[in-house]
C-alpha cells in the first residue's frame, strides 16, 4: 500500500469497476453476448479503458489539490493551479513523500541548531555576568570598608584604592574585548592592511612582554634572524593583538623556567606563524572549545592572572577576518602550538 501511486489506484479502481460494468452488462442483456466473447472482451476493455482515463484524472486533481497545501507550507510559496499543472510530477506522490522528508530533515536540523545556539547564548550571557561580577563585588567591598572609616587609616586607604583601581581596570578589558569581538562579528571593524616585517612586529611583542616574562623566568625567542625581514599583507595592529595574546597565553600556562618559540615557514604565497610553548599542554576534550568567549581551560588559575577569557576569542576573530586559517596542537605535560596563516606581502 505504500507504493501506491495514482496510476496503480486508478488501474485498481478501473479494473473492478470494469469486471462490476461487465456483469451488470451481462445481466441486463440477458447473458446473450456469451455467445460472442469477442464482443464481452471489447466491451470491458472499452469500459476499462474509458474508467481508468477518468480515474487516473480524478485521482491525481484530487491528490494534487491536497498536496498543493503541504508544499505551500514546505516551500513558503504561493502555488497558483496553472504553475502546479505545469510543474506537476510523474509521480506526486513519490516526489511530495521525497519532500517533506526532507523539510523534516531541514527543521530538525535547524531545531538542533536553534537549541544549541540558546545553549551557547545562556552559557555566554553566564559567563559575561559573572565575569563582570567579581571586579563589581570587589570595588563595592572596598568603597564600603572606606566609607566605614577606612579612609581614614593610611595603612588601608591606599592599599584599598589601588587594589579599586585594578578591578575598573579588570571590567574595562572585559568590555573593550567585547567591543573587539562584536566589532569583527559585524564587520564593522574594517582591516587596514599594509605591507609590514612580522620579525620586528614579534620582537615588539617580546619587548612589551619582557617584564611578565622575566617574573616567571620564561625564555622568549624566534627563529628568524633580525637582519632578514619577513614581510606581510594583514593589518599590523590587529596582528599585534595575535601574536601578543599567544605569547601572553605561553606564558600564563608555562612552566617555570619554560620557553616560547615563534617560528616562520613559507607555504607558497603564504607564510605560516607557530607559537610553540612547553608548558602544560591542553587536553583533547578542550581543544574544540579553546576559542569560545570567556572558555578556560583552568578558570582559577586564569582569573588569578587577570585573564578575561576572550583572548583566543579575538585572536580567532582577527585571523577569519584576514581570511585565513588558525590551528592548534597539543600535548599534556609537553606543550602546545598555535598557528596561523598570513598573506605574504
Do not use: C
Amino acid at each position: 500500500m505504500k507504493d501506491l501511486s495514482p496510476k496503480k489506484i486508478s488501474f485498481l479502481i478501473s479494473l473492478i469497476s470494469s469486471l462490476i460494468f461487465l456483469t451488470l452488462f451481462l445481466i441486463f442483456s440477458n447473458y446473450a453476448i456469451l455467445e460472442n466473447w469477442l464482443i464481452a472482451i471489447v466491451v470491458f476493455l472499452l469500459a476499462f479503458i474509458l474508467l481508468n482515463w477518468i480515474t487516473l484524472k480524478i485521482v491525481q486533481r484530487f491528490i494534487t489539490d491536497k498536496i498543493t497545501p503541504v508544499y505551500k507550507i514546505i516551500h513558503n510559496i504561493n502555488i497558483s493551479e496553472s504553475a502546479s499543472k505545469e510543474k506537476k510530477p510523474k509521480d506526486i506522490i513519490t516526489t511530495a513523500e521525497k519532500d517533506v522528508i526532507d523539510w523534516a530533515k531541514d527543521r530538525k536540523q535547524e531545531i538542533a541548531h536553534l537549541k544549541q545556539m540558546e545553549k551557547y547564548r545562556k552559557e555566554y550571557l553566564g559567563n559575561v555576568s559573572h565575569e563582570l561580577k567579581t571586579p563589581i563585588f570587589n570595588i563595592q567591598g572596598y568603597i564600603l570598608t572606606l566609607l566605614d572609616g577606612g579612609i581614614d587609616d593610611p595603612d588601608i586607604n591606599r592599599m584599598y584604592l589601588e587594589r579599586t583601581e585594578k578591578s575598573i581596570n579588570r571590567m574595562i578589558s572585559i568590555v573593550e574585548d567585547l567591543g573587539i569581538i562584536s566589532s569583527l562579528e559585524s564587520g564593522k571593524l574594517k582591516l587596514e592592511k599594509t605591507k609590514f616585517n612580522i620579525v620586528k612586529l614579534v620582537e615588539e611583542v617580546f619587548e612589551t612582554q619582557e617584564i611578565r616574562a622575566k617574573e616567571y623566568k620564561f625564555t622568549l625567542k624566534h627563529t628568524h634572524s633580525s637582519d632578514n625581514p619577513v614581510f606581510v599583507n594583514a593589518d599590523r595592529k590587529r596582528i599585534y593583538q595575535v601574536l601578543n595574546n599567544l605569547v601572553v597565553n605561553s606564558i600564563n600556562y608555562g612552566k617555570k623556567n619554560g620557553t616560547t618559540t615563534i617560528s616562520f615557514t613559507a607555504m607558497g604565497k603564504k607564510l605560516l606563524i607557530e607559537v610553540t610553548d612547553d608548558g602544560i599542554g591542553i587536553t583533547k576534550e578542550d581543544i574544540p572549545r579553546l576559542f569560545e568567549r570567556f572558555y578556560r581551560v583552568d578558570r582559577s588559575r586564569s582569573r588569578n592572572l587577570g585573564g578575561t577569557g576572550l583572548g583566543l576569542a579575538i585572536v580567532k576573530h582577527i585571523i577569519e577576518a584576514h581570511k585565513q586559517t588558525l590551528h592548534v596542537h597539543s600535548r599534556i605535560k609537553k606543550g602546545s602550538t598555535f598557528g596561523f596563516t598570513l598573506q605574504k606581502a
